[in-house]
């Protein structure tokens, strides 16, 4: 998923389909709440529009995150759509084209780290009732007050 800007302006009247599954374990932390990562389906469209190129991504992964009761893994599966416009000029809405290539593989990855839940439930732990923290009753010298309420 790595073009230079040459190949995509040869391809520019005819545009680009492409369909690829890549494997993002290896770009794992030790202290990510994400535990595991199943290779991504990704299919795209290339078209270009001067100055820019753009790619329309649909990407299809499932994540494995802890659950936030239990910490039991939870498997999540993403459907992400997402439109990337690549420019040799600086823009808003476009992404800079580094070292005269476009590399999707690392905007990939941001995509799918972005759309992660914040917080997973497994199935089992959703009717887990945690009690409440006991109040404070007070100082312990002044409890018997509390009999002449």
């Not at 078209?47 to 498997?75: G, N, Q, R, W, Y």
């Not at 759509?81 to 999707?104: K, P």
Request: charged content about 25%.
């Amino acid at each position: 998923m790595k073009w230079s800007s040459e190949q995509l302006l040869k391809l520019a009247h005819q545009g680009l389909t492409f369909s690829e599954t890549v494997d993002y374990s290896s770009l794992l932390t030790g202290n990510d709440d994400i535990l595991a990562v199943s290779p991504a389906k990704i299919d795209g469209e290339y078209s270009f529009h001067d100055p820019d190129f753009i790619f329309d991504l649909t990407i299809s992964v499932t994540l494995t995150m802890a659950c936030s009761k239990t910490l039991k893994p939870v498997e999540v599966p993403l459907f992400i759509e997402v439109e990337e416009v690549f420019s040799h000029f600086v823009g808003e809405d476009s992404r800079l084209i580094e070292q005269n290539t476009v590399d999707l593989y690392p905007i990939v990855w941001s995509n799918i780290y972005l759309e992660k839940p914040l917080k997973v439930v497994h199935p089992e732990a959703e009717d887990l009732d945690f009690d409440e923290p006991s109040k404070p009753k007070g100082h312990p010298g002044l409890q018997d007050l509390e009999k002449y309420k």
